[in-house]
């Protein structure tokens, strides 16, 4: 494979992103946020690929940033590279990204389970931004992302004690979408990105962009958007095939078009 840090492959229509660096815990260090991004990039062009999964091991979704290869630089390095920035790629990615997450998601680790679309939780999950431990705060997001998922109170607990909370509370608190015995996360986040790939890729992409403009804008400028955007999806083939398939009591044939 030509990416040392993560595995990838597709399973139908399902592009899957495995962290893999088990000795760290997957500790996200700059040759693995290369290889995410570029791997995910490659996956949102690819036409066969309907949705993207991303995962880690059953320890360990991600410990965090990687703490050892942070600790000798600057601020004028830090600075200058804009250390982290290159993740903020995967915010423009359309495809649908699923996050299956057990272990810990810590620091990075629940910053990049945030962004993506949702996360499913296996009942092992730990989420938590320890950096305040570190002597820094977090820088890939989780103090903007964790507060509009979580509200002001536990993302200011989070953030500033560094506790990190179980799947049962990131469940209760909105973070994350469903909680499954870790046995099973696997195949249920499979079954889920399998099922969004079903779907007419351009239609899940409307989808997928309506939600992300409710953080961007008001109420009713949101939902003047959104009522566009289904106008629109009566411009395409797979709206004429969703319906009349329905109407004629059988499984759509979407084309993606
Ligand atoms: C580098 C890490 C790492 C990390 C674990 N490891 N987390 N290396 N960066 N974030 C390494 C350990 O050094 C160790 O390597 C190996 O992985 C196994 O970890 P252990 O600590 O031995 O495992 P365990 O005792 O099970 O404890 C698990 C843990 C702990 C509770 C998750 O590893 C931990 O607290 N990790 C750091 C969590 C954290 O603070 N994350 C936030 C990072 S800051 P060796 O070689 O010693 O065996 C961050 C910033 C984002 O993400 C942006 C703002 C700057």
Same mark, same amino acid.
């Given at each position: 494979?030509?990416?040392?840090?993560?595995?990838t492959?597709?399973?139908?229509?399902?592009g899957?992103?495995?962290?893999?660096?088990?000795k760290?815990?997957n500790?996200?260090?700059?040759?693995l946020?290369?290889?995410?991004?570029?791997?995910?990039?490659?996956?949102?062009?690819?036409?066969?690929?309907?949705? =993207?999964l991303?995962?880690?091991s059953?320890?360990?979704?991600?410990?965090?940033a990687? =703490?050892?290869?942070?600790?000798?630089k600057t601020?004028?390095?830090v600075y200058?590279e804009?250390?982290?920035s290159?993740?903020?790629?995967l915010?423009?990615?359309r495809?649908?990204?699923?996050?299956?997450?057990?272990?810990y998601?810590?620091?990075?680790?629940?910053?990049?389970?945030m962004?993506?679309d949702?996360? !499913?939780a296996?009942?092992t999950a730990k989420f938590?931004?320890?950096?305040?431990?570190?002597?820094? !705060?977090?820088? !890939?997001?989780?103090?903007?992302?964790?507060?509009r998922?979580?509200?002001?109170?536990?993302?200011m607990?989070l953030c500033?004690?560094?506790?990190?909370?179980?799947?049962?509370?990131?469940?209760?608190?909105?973070?994350v979408?469903?909680v499954?015995?870790?046995?099973?996360?696997?195949?249920v986040?499979?079954?889920?990105a399998t099922?969004?790939?079903?779907?007419?890729?351009?239609?899940?992409?409307?989808a997928?962009?309506?939600?992300?403009?409710?953080f961007?804008?008001?109420?009713?400028?949101?939902?003047?958007?959104?009522?566009?955007?289904?106008?629109?999806?009566f411009?395409?083939?797979d709206?004429?095939?969703?319906m009349?398939?329905?109407v004629?009591?059988?499984?759509?044939k979407?084309?993606?078009?």
């Amino acid at each position: 494979s030509e990416y040392e840090t993560i595995l990838t492959e597709r399973t139908g229509r399902v592009g899957v992103v495995t962290l893999n660096r088990p000795k760290a815990l997957n500790a996200l260090n700059s040759q693995l946020m290369r290889e995410v991004v570029a791997a995910v990039e490659a996956f949102d062009a690819d036409d066969e690929i309907g949705a =993207i999964l991303i995962t880690g091991s059953e320890k360990a979704f991600a410990a965090g940033a990687d =703490i050892k290869e942070m600790q000798p630089k600057t601020f004028a390095q830090v600075y200058g590279e804009d250390l982290f920035s290159q993740w903020d790629r995967l915010s423009s990615v359309r495809t649908p990204i699923v996050a299956a997450v057990a272990g810990y998601a810590l620091g990075g680790g629940c910053e990049l389970a945030m962004l993506c679309d949702f996360i !499913i939780a296996a009942d092992t999950a730990k989420f938590g931004q320890p950096e305040i431990k570190l002597g820094v !705060i977090p820088g !890939i997001g989780g103090s903007q992302r964790l507060t509009r998922a979580v509200g002001k109170a536990k993302a200011m607990d989070l953030c500033l004690t560094g506790r990190n909370m179980d799947a049962e509370e990131a469940e209760r608190a909105g973070l994350v979408a469903r909680v499954v015995p870790a046995a099973d996360l696997q195949a249920v986040a499979l079954e889920a990105a399998t099922a969004i790939a079903s779907m007419s890729l351009p239609i899940a992409m409307m989808a997928k962009e309506a939600v992300n403009r409710s953080f961007e804008t008001t109420l009713a400028e949101g939902v003047k958007f959104e009522r566009r955007v289904f106008h629109s999806t009566f411009a395409t083939a797979d709206q004429k095939e969703g319906m009349a398939a329905f109407v004629e009591k059988r499984a759509p044939k979407f084309v993606n078009g």
